[in-house]
């Protein structure tokens, strides 16, 4: 206590002013944000938690239910399981093939000597296409009557999957987008790769490491923390999935828009389904805005475990600052 | 080849057997990892390639399984053009994407600056608060935001409620810039300090110039962020024509044209063909965000 009031005895005169004005300039520079953060955050994340207790339909006033809401969508929402389902098969499968093949790309494009740079480019394009066009390129690619790709592998006489049509092969259909557009894991692994030192690799060979030796206890331990940071990101953007199922069921079902109709999400048979598009069925296509809200938090929940997960993470984000 | 074996040129001459072998496994190699790489491309390559060829059949051979066309239809594109709403389409598009780059960009700047360079308590709280922003689904806060926007400040029907909130700093494009302006020394903001600027000249004169090509890539992602956006327009926009982005009306335009494949692929080729246009005047930049963003530490 007393080296305290000490140091505050000595403390220059002016200091708590320019203490003051240091705060002042720091809140300042970060008033856009605050007011972002409590407008477009904290105030719809608590508003949220508030509608998931309430009835409400958007033009009667709200009213309390308590937990009706929670039990509907777990118990009798016949979306909800389902699209749950969809996430872990996407996490355990999407994710993970999106892993490796984006390792397999980025190794490959290191190895490439002869115009690098071409084979650099048409492997990131794909991910540049908007989701949209993309995913409506693949639905008339995999559309299995007259797709080229069915016209392909029934030329060469491999029997021709449904693709999004079927509901056992429109997630593989949905994976392959997936790796087409594998680009930004290329480009994060490639620098990961080239970051390994070179001389671990030169004392491998001498110690007469075989390439899958090499690989194995060179390459992966140097880049395991980027391989992490792919996995987690991965399943984080796999909560956030919504664009590509949407309108490859959409394309593929030949619902038209407008004139009244209303296309009911997942097709084929709840196979697309996805845990944002509950929030959109629920809130926008049956305006029950408070079970709606219960599907947000549990995606809020899901999403922000693995968030979390990745900030304990050394080295993932660069939290440690200066 | 001349980069794989690598050897000086005087060596060659007396080849002996050990050095025979060594140099027909280097050309294997080549010849096996450029013949996976050719096998690469082509997967990345060729949707690409059927969507262009597809958009140039007529509407009788597009649905046919034929993969050339028999009579290159370029007069398809201006079916597109002619589309009641595309021009719009396009004007929205330009607008949410300018208009929302713009404001994303000047808004985060000096947030980025406060959390990369400022030192002061809650600072690593807000960079947590930051990066868990960036990676909440836009679904989780929809409904208040929806109700926000459409019941109390009546703005649905427009796209209003997605470029407003980018002048308030957005979570990625703050992280990003962060991440980019860590890499500056501190001895260039402590040089400018000795001179005589203030934090905002600081920012200003010394900083900005440096960070172009962070500026740049945020620039790009928030650009290429709204130029993709469905959920947003599908939200705020969808029971207006009139406020219809690209992404958006391309969707409808292939349930107008349920058939016609061929008009739908040529859409899509116009809603594609900006995108990877800019990549090619800013690659660099783009590289550079999407390391940044994932790799250092």
Redesign the interface.
């Known amino acids: 206590m007393s080296t305290v009031t000490l140091a505050k005895k000595r403390r220059p005169p002016g200091l708590a002013a320019k203490q003051r004005k240091q705060a002042l300039r720091t809140l300042a520079f970060m008033s856009p944000w605050l007011i972002g953060f409590a407008v477009f955050f904290a105030y719809p994340l608590i508003s949220t938690v508030y509608f998931s207790f309430m009835h409400y339909d958007g033009f009667k006033p709200p009213t309390w239910v308590g937990t009706k809401n929670w039990t509907y969508v777990f118990k009798n929402y016949p979306y909800f399981w389902p699209a749950m389902r969809n996430t872990l098969w996407l996490v355990v499968v999407m994710v993970s093939l999106r892993v490796v093949f984006g390792l397999g790309v980025g190794l490959l494009i290191t190895k490439i000597k002869t115009a690098t740079g071409v084979f650099r480019t048409l492997f990131y394009l794909p991910y540049l296409a908007p989701p949209v066009a993309a995913t409506m390129a693949f639905a008339f690619l995999l559309n299995p009557g007259t797709g080229p790709v069915n016209s392909l592998l029934e030329k060469v006489g491999i029997p021709a999957p449904g693709w999004f049509n079927d509901p056992t092969w429109s997630k593989p259909a949905l994976t392959l987008l997936a790796l087409w557009g594998i680009g930004d894991l290329m480009v994060i692994f490639m620098a990961a790769l080239l970051d390994v030192p070179q001389e671990q690799y030169e004392a491998a060979e001498l110690d007469g490491a075989s390439a899958w030796q090499r690989f194995r206890y060179v390459t992966l331990p140097n880049i395991s923390p980027i391989v992490m940071f792919a996995v987690v990101t991965g399943v984080i953007q796999t909560m956030q999935y919504y664009t590509q199922p949407l309108i490859a069921g959409k394309v593929a079902s030949g619902v038209i828009q407008g004139a009244g109709t209303q296309f009911e999400p997942g097709y084929p048979e709840k196979s697309t389904l996805t845990l944002p598009q509950l929030v959109y069925n629920l809130g926008f296509q049956r305006f029950d805005y408070g079970s709606a809200c219960v599907v947000a938090l549990v995606l809020f929940a899901l999403s922000m475990v693995f968030t979390a997960f990745l900030m304990r993470r050394r080295g993932g984000l660069n939290l440690a600052g200066d | 080849?001349a980069?794989?074996l690598d050897k000086p040129v005087e060596l060659r001459a007396p080849v002996t057997p050990a050095e025979r072998t060594a140099r027909r496994k280097a050309l294997m190699e080549?010849i096996a990892?450029?013949s996976?790489?050719v096998a690469?491309?082509l997967?990345?390559?060729l949707?690409?390639v059927?969507?262009f060829l597809?958009s140039l059949m007529s509407d009788s051979q597009a649905?046919?399984?034929d993969?050339i066309p028999h009579t290159w239809e370029w007069g398809n594109y201006r079916k597109v053009f002619d589309t009641p709403g595309f021009l719009t389409w396009w004007k929205n598009t330009l607008i949410y994407a300018g208009l929302g780059t713009v404001l994303t960009v000047v808004?985060?700047i000096?947030?980025a600056?406060?959390?990369a360079k400022?030192r002061?308590r809650g600072?690593?709280l807000?960079?947590?608060?930051?990066?868990?922003?960036m990676?909440?689904?836009?679904?989780?806060?929809?409904?208040?935001?929806?109700?926000?926007w459409a019941?109390q400040l009546d703005l649905s029907g427009t796209l209003w409620p997605l470029i407003i909130?980018m002048?308030?700093?957005d979570a990625f494009s703050?992280f990003l810039l962060r991440?980019f302006l860590?890499t500056i020394p501190n001895e260039y903001l402590d040089a400018a300090k000795v001179d005589g600027c203030g934090?905002f000249k600081t920012l200003v004169r010394v900083v900005l110039p440096m960070a172009k090509p962070g500026i740049a890539a945020v620039a790009l992602f928030q650009f290429?962020y709204a130029?993709?956006d469905?959920?947003g327009p599908?939200?705020y926009a969808s029971e207006n024509p009139g406020a219809w982005t690209?992404?958006?009306g391309?969707?409808?335009f292939?349930?107008?044209h349920?058939t016609d494949?061929n008009l739908?692929?040529a859409a899509?080729v116009l809603?594609?063909a900006p995108?990877?246009l800019v990549?090619f005047f800013a690659?660099k930049a783009f590289?550079e965000g999407?390391?940044l963003t994932?790799?250092?530490?």
């Not at chain 2, 807000?126 to 922003?133: A, E, G, N, T």
């Not at chain 2, 990676?135 to 109700?147: E, K």
């Open positions: 080849m980069q794989v080549w990892v450029h996976l790489g690469a491309a997967f990345f390559t949707p690409f059927f969507v597809t649905l046919s399984r993969l808004s985060s000096p947030v600056y406060a959390l400022f002061f600072r690593n807000s960079l947590m608060l930051v990066i868990s922003m990676m909440l689904p836009p679904q989780v806060v929809i409904i208040p935001m929806y109700l926000f019941k909130p002048a308030f700093g703050i991440q860590m934090e290429f130029w993709n469905y959920f599908q939200i690209l992404s958006y391309l969707e409808s292939k349930g107008a349920h494949w739908t692929m899509t809603v594609m995108v990877i990549f690659q590289v999407v390391t994932g790799v250092k530490g």
